[in-house]
């Protein structure tokens, strides 16, 4: 890689090449992937180089990683409290280590540890419980006291002195952090080196159903005829469904997130506070990268307010005291389809070719290489990979519910 990288630095006459090219947008396609984001380009992706699928296009409505991929705050772990999440997510962190190698580029994965604190009697049991499913399922996770919190986290603060101290934590050394753009673009260069269409500024406007089966995708750039369509957006994933008459368990909610100016490498583990809806963790340019629970309303809208940063800079104070001269740099949002037990919907829908990977909650962009590389699976074998069945839209209406709402990093 770095050898690589200096030849291309050195030849100034032969810039490296793009990492994806437009291509001509044809009138059919086997499979059409909406929502040009991790999901959607890793699924790709897992088709072309798993089962040979290469006549996909995805469409994205406006440019790739745009969406949640660019907006979340790169949180990767698999410490979750229904066995079936701990399972899968632990998929996806297995698939993110492999990541840079598979990829021949620095998706910079760095898995420093994932602290989730508790401040309650009542966090404390669910820090245990959370500790032991991930142990039966190979996840290595343990609850810890607050020295030890100290010792690997020496800036924060564990006396009595805030109002909620520091009682524990659920340790997760996998835990980490990544470059998002990288990821989106690892997907994004793969997939198109092996055949797939990356079709940007293309909107989904109708999915063409026929006989209860999908013929086609109407987008502002014309019809695309197909017999296989993945709805893998976030935020829209209810108006894209309702295009194929299906209807979705979902409400969609701003989440925000900020990060301040640099600083000098204080911080080289992930902290998250349930109790005090805060995570942070230090990006490697050393800024704090940070975020708070959703927003309290449905809404679609994506821009920052006073309200969040005013909260999330209390709260973080409470952890780090030493933190109050430092400036918030910037701020944003994005969107995130709730789900009632808080866990995605993936596979069949009651129309015949339509597929959804949605409903992520907070929870997308950390599952993007295991729902990309499962749902391609799904779609090369029409059968439902033991993995995802737990994630079947029925199980709404069959009352078997994946509550993961206490593996949340924040309240809801
Ligand atoms: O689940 O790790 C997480 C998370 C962090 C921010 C939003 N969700």
């Known amino acids: 890689m770095s050898i690589k990288l200096i030849r291309q630095g050195l030849n100034s006459k032969h810039p490296p090449p793009p990492m994806w090219t437009p291509k001509e947008m044809k009138s059919s396609y086997d499979v059409v992937i909406i929502g040009g984001g991790a999901h959607g380009l890793a699924c790709a992706y897992y088709l072309a180089k798993d089962y040979g699928i290469t006549d996909v296009a995805i469409i994205e409505k406006r440019y790739i990683g745009s969406g949640g991929s660019g907006r979340n705050t790169t949180i990767i772990r698999s410490n979750y409290l229904t066995p079936e999440g701990v399972n899968f997510y632990n998929e996806s962190v297995r698939l993110y280590e492999q990541m840079s190698a598979e990829f021949d580029f620095n998706v910079m994965f760095s898995q420093r540890g994932h602290f989730t604190l508790a401040h309650s009697d009542s966090a404390v049991r669910t820090m245990r419980r959370r500790a032991e499913v991930n142990q039966i399922q190979g996840v290595d996770s343990r609850f810890i006291q607050p020295r030890e919190i100290k010792e690997l986290c020496p800036a924060i603060d564990i006396s009595n002195h805030p109002r909620y101290p520091i009682m524990g934590a659920l340790y997760h050394p996998p835990g980490g952090i990544i470059r998002h753009d990288a990821v989106v673009w690892g997907y994004a260069h793969h997939a198109d080196r092996m055949g797939v269409h990356i079709h940007q500024l293309t909107e989904a406007q109708d999915i063409i159903v026929e006989d209860n089966q999908v013929v086609g995708v109407q987008t502002n750039r014309g019809r695309i005829n197909t017999k296989i369509v993945l709805n893998a957006t976030a935020g829209w994933c209810t108006t894209i469904s309702d295009m194929a008459g299906v209807r979705l368990p979902v409400t969609t909610f701003p989440l925000q997130a900020c990060v301040t100016e640099p600083l000098k490498p204080f911080l080289d583990v992930i902290i ?141």
């Open 272 to 412: 998250v506070s349930g109790s005090l809806h805060v995570y942070v963790s230090q990006s490697d340019r050393g800024e704090l990268v940070m975020g708070a629970s959703v927003d309290p309303f449905a809404s679609y809208s994506m821009k920052g307010s006073l309200n969040f940063t005013e909260g999330l800079a209390g709260h973080i104070l409470e952890l780090f005291p030493s933190l109050g001269h430092v400036r918030i740099l910037r701020q944003w949002a994005g969107l995130c389809d709730m789900t009632p037990d808080y866990s995605p919907v993936m596979g069949f829908t009651p129309v015949k070719g339509f597929f959804v990977d949605v409903g992520w909650g907070t929870y997308g962009f950390k599952a993007s290489p295991v729902s990309g590389k499962r749902m391609a699976e799904l779609i090369a074998t029409q059968k439902v990979p033991d993995i995802l069945a737990p994630f079947r839209l029925s199980r709404f209406e069959e009352f078997n519910l994946v509550g993961e709402k206490g593996a949340a990093s924040v309240g809801h």
